[in-house]
């Protein structure tokens, strides 16, 4: 695999990557000793929706690459959750996912996982930069985290950066369907690099209830999608500049003045009854990863390598626990 020119691949990220599977894995197993195994991040779903992702017919030339690259309608399966590793109730600040599955995507493909072949995942949250830099930073809040109290004010004070993006990217919504949702890291376009985001299109405005249940995100989208269609549209913003709007650096926001997002496609969700027994089980047991996707929007980035085989690893030990695939 080629890097892009602006990747940097420290000669310590492979140990960097090792640690964080190994304590996400254990984490997990210790956890979970007997059951159905979750997800390790977002296993809290809010629904699994039917939708289809339209490419727009007035692309220029230099955005028609991948799944851009005709005027065509994708069938998806599309996953909302809360990001905490513990299910919690959804009034606690949190930050928010949404996982899409394009299905019969014909290209070369990063992925020769059977399940995954044909598919191109993208993944977003609700906050336009991630927690952490690289992966470096991101072992070291995972190593904080799980440690002492000593070792969590000594990771914290030292990265007082990550504890501002934590204050700032955690927060309260009242429908998974209304709020917009960031890539945070980069992938390609061809030779760009460009980051990913998902505006709502909204008729009327929902608000967090006075009394609201533990799901109530669930029961916001169930209600809205039970009398109206939803819609957002994705948007692809290219980098203007490596130097404000770096590939290695997955905390920095790319300034939307500098290079705003062009609306490529339009992500629909007819009406539907989603909270189905059925729904809910093939949402649990699905896996989705940045790296199921065709080779032309390749991850970039040291967070984005180092989810290929996190995401895999952790997906194949949890269906293999579950009894899944
Ligand atoms: C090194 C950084 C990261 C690690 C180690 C990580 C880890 C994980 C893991 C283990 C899962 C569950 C996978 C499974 O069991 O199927 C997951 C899910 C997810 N991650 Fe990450 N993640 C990282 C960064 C990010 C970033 C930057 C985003 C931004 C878009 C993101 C968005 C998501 C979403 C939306 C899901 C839920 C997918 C679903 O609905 O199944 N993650 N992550």
Wanted: with cysteine.
């Amino acid at each position: 695999m080629n890097l892009h020119p602006q990747e940097v691949v420290s000669s310590f990220e492979v140990q960097y990557i090792a640690d964080v599977l190994a304590r996400l894995k254990s984490q997990l197993v210790e956890e979970h000793p007997s059951g159905t195994m979750p997800r390790d991040a977002h296993p809290k779903m809010h629904g699994l929706v039917e939708a289809e992702f339209v490419i727009h017919d007035d692309l220029p030339d230099d955005y028609k690459i991948g799944v851009f690259s005709q005027v065509k309608t994708f069938k998806a399966g599309v996953r909302f959750s809360n990001a905490n590793g513990a299910a919690q109730p959804d009034l606690k600040r949190d930050i928010r996912g949404i996982a899409l599955k394009l299905k019969q995507v014909v290209g070369e493909k990063l992925t020769d996982e059977p399940d995954c072949f044909e598919n191109q995942d993208f993944l977003l949250i609700s906050t336009d930069s991630f927690l952490c830099d690289g992966i470096q930073t991101f072992d070291g809040m995972v190593k904080a985290i799980q440690g002492s109290l000593w070792q969590k004010l000594g990771f914290f004070v030292t990265h007082p950066s990550v504890v501002w993006k934590l204050v700032t990217s955690f927060k309260v919504f009242a429908n998974p369907l209304q709020i917009r949702y960031f890539s945070c890291t980069p992938y390609l376009l061809g030779n760009h690099a460009v980051k990913y985001c998902l505006t709502p299109v909204i008729q009327t405005c929902d608000f967090v209830p006075p009394e609201p249940a533990d799901n109530f995100l669930r029961l916001a989208m169930k209600q809205q999608l039970l009398n109206a269609p939803a819609e957002f549209v994705f948007g692809i913003q290219r980098q203007a500049n490596p130097n404000t709007m770096p590939i290695e650096d997955a905390s920095v926001l790319w300034k939307e003045t500098q290079s705003p997002f062009m609306p490529v496609a339009t992500l629909r969700i007819p009406m539907q009854n989603f909270d189905t027994h059925e729904r809910n089980q093939l949402g649990e047991n699905m896996r989705f990863s940045p790296w199921h996707s065709l080779t032309v929007h390749r991850p970039l980035g040291s967070i984005n390598r180092a989810r290929r085989i996190v995401y895999h690893s952790i997906s194949e030990l949890r269906r293999r626990v579950n009894g899944v695939g």
